[in-house]
């Protein structure tokens, strides 16, 4: 009997010590989807831009927590561009409600309170200027756009 008890306590004292571990992987599974769509919508409005010779447009909504491709960019096959191994594309999102838009930037102006912003990728490559932060509990991350490129890159804030 006193081996069981041993053999439980032991157990217990494992499972106690990987629960910080596993609570963390939890809290920041929220900000992770949220920032991999923001980039994988981002590159799918440059490559269709790119690839169709017009200008596509994401729309970004802060008060909804929402964000998409533009009208136009289904119709001109945004729908089958390739997208992450093994899953559908990514042409839309909805942020989990513990990710806050903490501030939005689009051409040097702020668009964190509307309820609607547009940013345009261009054929040529290039894109409006924007800068996107996103926060969840405590974690922070920036989101910006080269202009020249159109290219999407993440740091950490905080």
Do not use: W
């Amino acid at each position: 009997m006193l081996e069981l008890m041993m053999v439980v306590a032991i157990i217990g004292l494992l499972m106690a010590t990987g629960v910080p571990a596993i609570l963390s992987v939890t809290r920041e599974a929220p900000m992770r989807k949220a920032v991999n769509d923001v980039m994988e919508i981002c590159s799918q409005a440059r490559a269709v831009a790119i690839l169709r010779g017009q200008t596509v447009t994401v729309g970004i909504h802060p008060r909804t927590h929402e964000m998409d491709l533009g009208v136009g960019a289904e119709a001109i096959g945004a729908s089958r561009m390739p997208s992450r191994v093994g899953g559908a594309a990514v042409n839309s999102s909805t942020f989990d409600s513990s990710v806050v838009i903490e501030a939005l930037g689009i051409n040097n102006l702020d668009y964190t309170d509307s309820d609607d912003a547009r940013v345009r990728f261009f054929a040529n490559g290039t894109s409006d200027e924007m800068t996107l932060v996103l926060s969840s509990g405590g974690d922070y991350r920036k989101i910006t756009l080269e202009v020249t490129t159109a290219l999407a890159s993440v740091s950490n804030v905080r």
